[in-house]
């Protein structure tokens, strides 16, 4: 029986993986991530802080509107108590109506900007490869411009991707995506033009999943979080590891969500001496580094 397959990589159990440590001789990277979106009024996609197949309506648009207007600028208070830096998955349509958010991020020291599609109220996986092709241009573009930083890293709205985002990615310039979650090391992955990284990103430890379509508490939120750190720098005596986190403004920035994700940030942050904390760029860097005996590339 032959199933359908991507064959973008072949099949490698991690306990089989060459070992190697991060630049600062640890074997876990830890990163931080946020999601800046933006969504259309009343129309398009997004989720609800109550039911996840509830109309786009005022309330739902105003609670996601809340990330942007107080609860982003609460999560990067949050970063600079705690010194370390962010990595940002940006909807190219957020910076262009909320410059400010350019502004603070552009002072901070470390901190990335990964492009994210036009806006979330699309999806790129339904998009014929031309406009899907258009749609990367326009955002990449945009971000360049608005930022100054050409954005080196992909994650789709969703974590969608058709058939054909990895080959247009790579053409478009990109060095790493986000989009495939099947790992806890970053991976080479075929395109018809060159392989590109996939770098571990959370979808378990992600407050929207989490926190609005489980309907976790906080406290729950920030012990999975707690526990997902603890065994994987158990798991990192043996092999090279990503942990990451990852946050969207409207979500974790309620006060009462982010009260208790302080939390999760003291007991990671408790282990500074044991970890690398970075950003999903340069771990990509780190990763292209290597040498294809140690992460191997496809042919």
């Known amino acids: 029986m032959r199933l359908p397959h991507h064959n973008r990589y072949p099949f490698s159990p991690i306990h089989k993986r060459p070992v ?50 107080v609860g982003l600028w609460s999560y990067l208070d949050l970063l600079d108590d705690y010194g370390v830096p962010g990595s ?91 989009d495939w979650p099947a790992d806890d090391q970053p991976f080479w992955m075929k395109t018809r033009s060159g392989p590109i990284l996939s770098v571990p990103y959370p979808l378990e430890i992600n407050d929207s999943p989490a926190l609005v379509f489980r309907q976790h508490s906080g406290r729950e939120f920030s012990d999975m979080a707690i526990d997902q750190f603890d065994e994987m720098l158990e798991r990192s005596k043996r092999y090279p590891l990503v942990f990451g986190i990852s946050v969207h403004p409207f979500i974790i920035g309620q006060p009462f969500r982010m009260r208790a994700f302080r939390w999760a940030m003291d007991h990671i942050l408790k282990h500074r001496d044991q970890i690398w904390i970075t950003t999903p760029g340069e771990i990509a860097k780190f990763a292209a580094q290597l040498p294809s005996n140690v992460l191997p590339r496809p042919d």
Request: charged residues 25%; negative net charge; glycine residues 8%.
């Open 88 to 178: 940002h998955n940006v909807n190219s349509l957020a910076l262009e109506l909320s410059p400010d958010i350019v502004e603070r991020i552009n002072a901070r020291a470390g901190d990335e900007y990964i492009a994210h599609g036009r806006t979330n109220a699309e999806r790129q996986d339904v998009l014929w490869e031309v406009d899907e092709e258009r749609m990367i241009a326009e955002c990449t573009q945009s971000i360049t411009r608005i930022t100054g930083r050409k954005p080196e890293g992909w994650m789709g709205p969703y974590l969608a991707q058709s058939d054909r985002t990895l080959d247009l990615l790579k053409e478009a310039g990109y060095s790493y995506q986000l």
């Open 20 to 69: 190697y440590e991060w630049p600062n001789g640890t074997r876990l990277a830890v990163t931080f991530c946020n999601n800046i979106e933006v969504f259309a009024y009343r129309a398009g996609l997004g989720s609800d802080s109550a039911a996840g197949t509830a109309p786009q309506n005022q309330r739902n648009f105003a609670w996601r509107e809340y990330g942007n207007r």
